[in-house]
């Protein structure tokens, strides 16, 4: 026995030795290198042990938990119910360690596996159990796979329990779970006010945090009573810092969706400025920053706060501080005192490299003219220590600093030079180029010296794309400053010593300075010759190209030289005429050729169309997308007046449909015509009698004449038009607009074709019917997109006599991008101020929408609408819509369509 012993503890310091040699040799050891799911799957048969082994035990399930969060791999359903029904043996085991290890697997796999409720009953005895430890934590993996019908049938006592138990930890965890619940479950957890109410008066900090956001996510739809909550909690009743942090979030959430900033919640940000807990002083200064209705008076006191916090022993607090005031540099640069400047001067020099870049990047927004030079050299000491990313995030910097003072280019281009001499890899080297050529192109007067810095550049330039893009611009700017000659040397080391991208683009670069100055001529003709037999093909081309030139006339000199009048595309086209044409005699004229871009056509590619997209380009070529104003001659006869507005084109057939048919909605005074365009594509079918039947269920709307096609062959597209009687909404005055939606059939009779003679077939047909999508006639049909140039001076001029305003949430979308391009399309108005332009990941965003109502007399009225909208705690975009125009009945209607 004792032998055996002693092999094994051998054994165990063999191994020991040997992982201890692996992770000197490797840094990156990882102990579970090569880890298989299935033979892991296998051994969960230990638990069921009668005697459990607790190492063996703690391994294993260290490497479940391993492959499911350290290698991301999945479990299937029968995998996740297998391993799950397995480890819930381990309730039988009383050791502590073992017990949280079950427990955090069972939280993993509970969302998966099948068969959960089998472990139900262990885990409630453990939610009353006086372990505080095993209460909260059979909480969490509950609240993992429990429904709504669970929760209010069994599981709602425990939890309204659990979260004013005394234990704070206990307390916590029945407070995050609830909040998981809450996506399925709001309509029971809104019953627990009471109990939420009394863990918000809790003595523990991280339970009043806890308690605070889920307080709001039951109220957050509830504008009032959110606001009641904030001014509740603002009397000082909070001890928590973090749940006064969550309060100033709040807090600026309800100032900055208020269409006026509200005086008293103002002020309790600005109370908390002077809180004494940093993390709170930063929270209500970083809120006030990021408000937009703010002026520099507002933001004085939130800039003093974080003038102090850059002074912060704390790295996260010096960190916030200079970010916080970095974004606020690109808003407001006179926001930011010249004490404040001073102080992020030394953080140039701080420890922690990510707060002196952003130092350094918010200094380069807000310096004045007069200390450029002082913050250049802070600069060059700086660079070389930082990262790659952190030194892109400088030049963009430098960069806005020279547009921002043009006559420090040259003091601007020394340090662009410097960091081009200094280390950095392809995309630091291309940023700083780029903000050379950006000087270059603003500051005439740096022409000169930045060639110069980028001839240096390129003598041992590492990146050909860089060698060449110099070359390109050398080529165009050198020939023009005052002394060309000088760059002829650093262009013809390009030919001798780089590759062949390179010295084809030295080659042409070259030849442009020979083209400009006839003094250089020679000089180049000579350089031109060395490159004729050049072992590239491309190179040998240029050099053969550019020398002929230069030797032949003047005239082809000054082709080369000076910009063509003409367009390529048509000198190209009346060449090959003049080249076809019996007319050689006579020389070309250069002056006959039409300066106006003319489309050439092109036999092979009308060819290829008409077999590929023909059908398409059919269906869109007739003049189905008019301007309200512009008359349709197929409906002169008709006597409808003039036409008010008109949709975009619809396609209500699938595109691989034999006969494609699209629409278009007119709107006219008193009718509303559909005018659909039916495409035949097949070869084989020949149609006839075509005509659109259109039924609705609204009696407003009454079809009132239809027109037929008589045939309609292979590859042919025409018109049916189905005039529809309608309401006026002026009629109505306004208090509503009716809407419809139609349900058309495409009736036909289709002859066969014999596609070898042409030969139709004759006989007699019975009618066919073929469904088309739904055609909705909806409030954006009556307006049209008209821009407004300056949308706030229009809004401030209609005024707020004629002002409607709706609140409400879009189920149907889950980001404001979403929201935006919904809205738009409902309203069928213009975006104005570039608002459609939003990042989905935004939480808020702020829509301008503008345009005319055209369904009224004189004309129609001009419409504003201004939209609010933010992502809620149920993933859904709730909105705020002001409309405003000359006629309050119209705003409100169309304030509330969304709920018509």
């Not at 309800?254 to 103002?266: A, N, Q």
């Not at 060449?468 to 000088?486: A, M, V, Y």
């Not at 269920?697 to 045939?711: E, G, H, I, S």
Request: charged letters at 25%; aromatic letters at 6%; proline letters at 3%.
């Amino acid at each position: 026995k004792g032998s055996v012993i002693q092999t094994r503890r051998a054994f165990g310091m063999a191994h020991l030795e040997r992982e201890k040699k692996l992770k000197d040799e490797d840094e990156y050891y990882l102990p579970f290198q090569g880890l298989k799911k299935g033979s892991v799957i296998q051994n969960v048969r230990m638990f069921s042990s009668p005697k459990i082994n607790t190492r063996e035990c703690y391994f294993l399930l260290t490497k479940i938990l391993y492959i499911l969060t350290g290698k991301g791999e999945d479990f299937t359903q029968d995998e996740a119910t297998t391993v799950f029904i397995a480890v819930t043996k381990l309730f039988q085991s009383q050791d502590v360690g073992l017990r949280r290890m079950m427990y955090l697997l069972l939280k993993e796999l509970g969302p998966k596996a099948e068969e959960t409720i089998m472990a139900f009953a262990s885990l409630v005895k453990d939610v009353n159990s006086p372990n505080e430890v095993n209460r909260a934590n059979s909480i969490r993996v509950i609240c993992g796979f429990m429904d709504s019908k669970l929760l209010s049938q069994t599981m709602e006592r425990y939890l309204k329990q659990a979260i004013v138990d005394k234990e704070p930890y206990v307390a916590s965890a029945a407070l995050v779970s609830t909040s998981h619940l809450a996506s399925h479950s709001m309509e029971i957890i809104k019953r627990w006010t009471t109990e939420l109410q009394e863990a918000l008066n809790s003595m523990n900090p991280m339970v009043q945090y806890h308690a605070l956001g889920l307080l709001h996510r039951i109220k957050c739809r509830d504008r009032l009573a959110v606001i009641k909550l904030i001014k509740s909690l603002s009397k000082g009743s909070l001890r928590s810092h973090l749940g006064h942090s969550l309060l100033i979030r709040y807090t600026a959430q309800i100032i900055e969706e208020s269409s006026e900033t509200d005086s008293e919640l103002f002020a309790y940000l600005e109370t908390c400025l002077h809180h004494k807990s940093e993390l709170v002083a930063y929270e209500a200064a970083r809120q006030i920053c990021a408000l937009t209705r703010v002026t520099e008076k507002d933001v004085r006191s939130a800039v003093a706060v974080l003038q102090v916090l850059l002074g912060s022993g704390k790295a996260t607090s010096r960190f916030g501080a200079v970010k916080t005031l970095n974004k606020l540099a690109t808003r407001m640069p006179n926001a930011i005192s010249s004490s404040c400047a001073f102080d992020m001067e030394s953080l140039i020099s701080d420890v922690n490299r990510s707060v002196a870049t952003l130092a350094i990047t918010t200094l380069l927004k807000v310096e004045t003219e007069n200390n450029v030079d002082k913050l250049m050299k802070h600069i060059s000491s700086f660079i070389p220590d930082i990262s790659e990313e952190d030194k892109l995030v400088v030049v963009e910097g430098v960069s806005a600093l020279s547009n921002k003072y043009p006559k420090k280019y040259n003091t601007i281009m020394q340090y662009l030079s410097n960091m081009l001499r200094g280390e950095g890899g392809k995309d630091y080297k291309s940023a700083v180029v780029d903000a050379i050529l950006g000087i270059v192109k603003k500051v005439p007067e740096s022409k000169e010296l930045g060639l110069e810095h980028l001839c240096e550049f390129i003598e041992d330039c590492e990146y050909p794309i860089l060698a060449t893009k110099i070359l390109h611009l050398i080529g165009s700017e050198g020939p023009n400053t005052t002394s060309p000659s000088k760059y002829i040397r650093y262009i013809y080391n390009r030919i001798v010593l780089e590759n062949e991208n390179v010295r084809a683009s030295a080659v042409s670069a070259l030849a442009k300075f020979g083209l400009k100055h006839a003094e250089l001529r020679p000089k180049i003709i000579t350089l031109l010759k060395r490159s004729l037999h050049d072992t590239d093909d491309e190179v040998r081309d240029r050099a053969t190209f550019y020398h002929r030139i230069l030797a032949s006339s003047e005239a082809a000199q000054k082709l080369m030289v000076n910009k063509l009048s003409v367009p390529l595309q048509n000198l190209e086209h009346d060449l090959q005429e003049y080249l076809q044409s019996d007319s050689q005699e006579v020389p070309f004229d250069v002056s006959s050729v039409a300066t106006t871009v003319t489309k050439v056509f092109d036999p092979k590619q009308a060819a290829m169309d008409s077999k590929k997209k023909a059908p398409t380009a059919v269906a869109h070529s007739p003049a189905s997308v008019k301007k309200g104003g512009e008359s349709i001659p197929e409906l002169e006869p008709f006597g409808l007046g003039p036409k008010l507005a008109s949709s975009r084109v619809l396609e209500v057939t699938e595109s691989e449909a034999a006969f494609p048919v699209s629409v278009v909605k007119h709107l006219f005074p008193a009718h509303l015509v559909l005018q659909f365009t039916v495409v035949n594509t097949l070869e084989e079918a020949f149609l006839k009698d075509v005509s659109v039947a259109v039924t609705s269920k609204n009696p407003q709307f009454r079809v009132l004449q239809a027109t037929k096609l008589a045939t309609l062959s292979f590859e042919e597209s025409a018109h049916v038009f189905v005039i529809i009687g309608r309401p006026s909404s002026s009629k109505l005055n306004f208090e509503s607009l009716p809407v419809a939606s139609f349900s058309p059939q495409l009736l036909y009779c289709l002859h066969e074709v014999d596609t070898k003679t042409g030969e139709v077939d004759e006989s007699d047909i019975e009618q066919e019917e073929f469904a088309l999508d739904e055609i909705a006639f909806s409030v954006s049909d009556y307006m049209t997109r008209a821009k407004a140039s300056n949308f706030a001076g229009a809004w401030e001029h209609v005024g707020e006599d004629g002002q409607a305003v709706t609140t409400f949430s879009l189920s149907t979308v889950s980001n404001v991008l979403q929201g935006v391009q919904e809205m738009v399309k409902f309203l069928g108005l213009a975006p104005c101020d570039d608002s459609e332009v939003v990042e989905a990941s935004k939480t808020k965003h702020i829509l301008y929408l503008s345009g005319k109502f055209v369904d009224a007399p004189d004309g129609g009225y001009n419409i504003l609408a201004r939209i609010r909208m933010r992502v809620t705690a149920t993933r859904a975009v709730g909105m705020e819509l002001t409309v405003r125009s000359t006629n309050l009945a119209l705003s409100n209607t169309i304030a509330n369509a969304m709920f018509a």
